[in-house]
């Protein structure tokens, strides 16, 4: 009997031992299972982090236009696509717009107007294509001069965001250097580069302005811009003989009034 009471004991201990080594065989698994869950959650996580990147880099570059600042910058952040592959769709929509007047645009003096207007309306908008680094092209030069720099009477021409016809007029820009000049030439293209833009006149005169400052950083900048806009003239009230003054000043130019007055000054003489 003591024997079998024995097998039975040592069965009974050996239960526990199995037991106990099932127990614990189980405790790692249960925490391999759960680092296993946690790396493919992490994974996952990274992987659908990628994904998002991906879709937003393919978004920014799909059309072109999702970074677009054409409308409201004074630098742009990316090219527009080239001339030539605007040119088709352009000309198409002309073309619409033609037979939407009641035009025939078969007809000979229209055949090629779609073609031609679309030419015209990319070279009216050429300044989406500049920017101000590279009308700069390193012309800032050391010089040992602080007296007013003014360059009168540059003309201008734009195009009217509001109703797409022409403005234009004169600009006059003034400047007080700080040991760095800018070339003459160099003021008349930073016009260029935001005149040739849709524009409404009172930012197309600040753009023009803060250009300036970033591009030799004077003691300050005075620009006074007078246009004529054809959507006043051609159609609306039809005032022939109106015009529109706008001028920011910036640093000195509106801090001090004297400074501001020889600069008018110059501006108005004759």
Do not use: W
């Not at 201008?156 to 234009?168: G, I, N, Q």
């Not at 910036?250 to 020889?262: M, W």
Request: a negative charge; proline letters at 4%; hydrophobic letters at 40%.
């Amino acid at each position: 009997m003591k024997p079998q009471t024995n097998d039975q004991n040592g069965s009974s201990q050996n239960g526990d031992s199995a037991a106990d080594a099932v127990s614990v065989a189980t405790i790692p698994t249960a925490e391999a299972s759960a680092a296993s869950t946690t790396d493919v959650a992490v994974t996952k996580n990274s992987q659908q982090l990628k994904l998002e990147m991906l879709n937003m880099e393919l978004a920014s570059n799909g059309s072109g236009h999702e970074k677009c600042t054409f409308h409201h910058d004074l630098e742009l952040d990316h090219k527009p696509p080239t001339r030539e592959a605007l040119l088709p769709d352009m000309a198409r929509s002309y073309r619409l717009l033609l037979g939407g007047l009641g035009e025939n645009p078969d007809r000979q003096g229209l055949i090629k107007t779609p073609e031609r207007a679309a030419k015209a309306m990319l070279y009216f908008t050429k300044g989406y294509d500049q920017s101000l680094e590279d009308v700069l092209n390193g012309a800032v030069f050391d010089e040992d001069h602080d007296e007013m720099v003014v360059v009168k009477d540059i003309e201008m021409f734009s195009m009217c965001e509001h109703h797409l016809v022409p403005f234009y007029g004169k600009v006059s820009i003034g400047y007080l250097p700080c040991n760095k000049i800018l070339g003459l030439s160099k003021l008349a293209r930073i016009v260029e580069i935001f005149s040739r833009r849709l524009q409404v006149q009172e930012r197309l005169t600040k753009q023009i302005a803060v250009a300036v400052t970033q591009a030799v950083q004077p003691a300050g900048v005075a620009v006074v811009v007078e246009g004529v806009h054809m959507c006043m003239v051609m159609r609306g009230v039809q005032k022939i003989n109106s015009k529109t003054v706008t001028s920011t000043m910036l640093g000195v130019f509106r801090d001090d009034p004297k400074t501001r007055e020889e600069f008018l000054n110059l501006v108005n003489s004759k």
